[in-house]
Nanobody, 122 residues
Framework: QVQLVESGGGLVQAGDSLRLSCVASGRTLSNYVMGWFRQAPGKEREFVAAISRFGRSTYYADSVKGRFTISRDNTKNTVYLQMNSLKQEDTANYYC???????????????WGQGTQVTVSS
């Protein structure tokens, strides 16, 4: 079992930056590919970014490419999502997730955090 706890969400203005963190416990983080997803009210949970077990490969949704950066520090059992140039459409609850094999679909992830809310105002 892996327990994931996200933090770093908040209310910001369009154009601002935020960094989300996800701390894992229970198992060694390097055992897992890590992903970030988001879900806005009335919408399906969507893939945002993922990072391979040792950070050599990263993957992004087209909507965030060039603005968001996923990274990890396995020594701290932590995954980050740096979000720059935030837009109103980035408003959502952001979830951290863990999986053994890379996937872009939320069904491919076994463990989830509780989420952290990001709200971007105009």
């Amino acid at each position: 079992q892996v327990q994931l706890v996200e933090s770093g969400g908040g209310l910001v203005q369009a154009g601002d930056s935020l960094r989300l963190s996800c701390v894992a416990s229970g198992r060694t983080l390097s055992n897992y590919v890590m992903g970030w997803f988001r879900q806005a009210p009335g919408k399906e949970r969507e893939f945002v970014a993922a990072i391979s077990r040792f950070g050599r490969s990263t993957y992004y949704a087209d909507s965030v490419k060039g603005r968001f950066t996923i990274s990890r520090d396995n020594t701290k059992n932590t995954v980050y999502l740096q979000m720059n140039s935030l837009k109103q459409e980035d408003t959502a609850n952001y979830y951290c997730a863990a999986t053994i094999n890379y996937a872009r679909d939320y069904g491919g992830y076994n463990y989830w955090g509780q989420g952290t809310q990001v709200t971007v105002s105009s």
